[in-house]
């Protein structure tokens, strides 16, 4: 029997692979996009955004599929499987001579992206419902890892080629699978088995299907919340780091860094005590405190080490996201929780989509030449005011449930 530490580091590894995978190709998408298209940077940037958007819209559409699935075959073959055509389609980004194949390659990937749900229920299926947050801290940990790692490899690995981040993100998914088809066991029984049903295969249905159960709904809602507040960094900060502090690539570069490592410290080190000290309920409302408080701090500052000062400060906020998930998962039936983490991970797409069209469009209309005031920090406060809705949402749940 394969000894379950084992087969959870193999969980935390796939997590944090993919995380760098992901974390890779944003150094050279773009000059790859202007290789294979030849057009201007400006219509080359609209083609990126499209590859972004293609990827989010796929994981909004199939992340109940594929969670339902994992509830029905078990995931051990939806992760596995994952992972071969997750080596696939970055294989086919190294060798792509048109932008056309990229895109196809992106749309699949954004399909078969199950790692992060399937790995979040399969946490769920063998963690104790006391332990879940932590459990789920961890894999948030992996990703900030993972998030840090990636851009750093991926730029020391165009400089051999620009496919060649590409190659290496296939060949880590490779190993991982090699590595998870010998230890990683199955967690779904006999028991906990569930006929797959495409009505709750599919977001709508499995919003109506998950969140029927009592206080679930108004979770979610803060959750969805969440993800659109707090998608503001990766959509705007480079640029604002360019407006407001004249910072250099390399210098937003870093601070995206101590940002990666600051959360992935935060979620191993502050979220397993918060919630033996504070309970789940109580835990969110402090970091969402932290998030409202943060995010505006970012929209006054004018000071860039006040900025890097503030940084650590948001792995407090981190502590939300796992405590959210702890409570769903504790209101979900154990052959639900799949379907539950597909439900999620659309949800994330979602968040990954709506956030950087509000943010960016924010952004531009506080900084552009005509612009009645210069406010490059409007995306964040516009983060932190999106954040006491969520706070007020998070507290009519309390009060709900109790």
């Given at each position: 029997?394969?000894?379950p530490r ?35 940077l ?22 109940p ?20 055509i997750?080596s ?17 390659a ?15 229920a ?17 894999i948030?940990?992996?990703?900030g ?39 990683l ?97 109580r835990?969110?409302f ?6 409202i ?7 006054f ?11 650590p400060v ?9 405590a ?38 924010t ?32 507290l009519?749940?309390?009060?709900t449930?109790?």
């Open positions: 029997m394969t000894n084992l087969a959870l580091a193999f969980i935390l590894i796939t997590v944090t692979l993919d995380a760098i995978g992901i974390g890779l190709i944003f150094p050279v998408l773009p000059e790859l996009i202007l290789e294979v298209t030849g057009r201007p400006s219509e080359a940037a609209i083609w990126g955004g499209l590859l972004s958007a293609s990827f989010a819209v796929m994981q909004f559409l199939f992340g599929t594929i969670g339902s699935l994992s509830d029905r075959f078990g995931r051990r073959p939806i992760l596995l499987g994952s992972l071969v997750m696939g389609t970055y294989l086919a980004m190294a060798l792509a001579p048109t932008i056309w194949m990229l895109l196809a992106r749309i699949v990937a954004g399909i078969v992206s199950a790692t992060y749900a399937t790995a979040s399969f946490i769920a299926d063998v963690t104790p419902p006391e332990d879940r947050a932590k459990r789920f801290a961890l948030g940990a992996g990703f890892i993972g998030f840090v790692l990636g851009p750093a490899m991926g730029g020391l690995l165009a400089g051999l080629d620009i496919r060649a981040p590409f190659h290496a993100a296939a060949l880590m998914a490779v190993l991982n699978l090699t590595l998870g088809w010998f230890i066991p199955e967690t779904v029984t006999d028991a906990t088995r569930r006929t797959f049903s495409l009505r709750r295969a599919n977001p709508l249905g499995a919003f109506r299907a998950v969140a029927h159960l009592p206080g679930l709904r108004r979770s979610l809602l803060v959750f969805l919340i969440l993800g659109i507040a707090m998608n503001v960094y990766p959509a705007v900060w480079a640029w604002y780091g360019h407006a407001r502090f004249d910072w250099s690539a390399t210098m937003i570069g870093a601070s995206l860094a101590l940002y990666g490592i600051s959360f992935a410290v935060g979620q191993v080190a502050l979220v397993g005590p918060a919630i033996r000290r504070f309970g789940e309920h835990t969110a402090w970091g969402i405190w932290v998030d408080t943060t995010l505006a701090g970012f929209a500052l004018t000071s860039g080490l006040g900025a890097l000062l503030l940084i948001t792995a407090l906020g981190g502590v939300v996201t796992p959210l998930q702890s409570i769903l998962s504790r209101g979900t039936t154990p052959d639900a929780q799949g379907e539950l983490q597909g439900l999620l991970a659309s949800l994330n797409a979602i968040a990954m989509i709506v956030s950087p069209l509000m943010m960016t469009a952004f531009r209309l506080f900084t552009h030449e005509g612009a009645a005031v210069q406010f490059p920090g409007a995306p964040f406060l516009l983060a932190s005011a999106l954040m006491v809705g969520a706070l007020v949402l998070h009519g749940g309390r009060r449930n109790a």
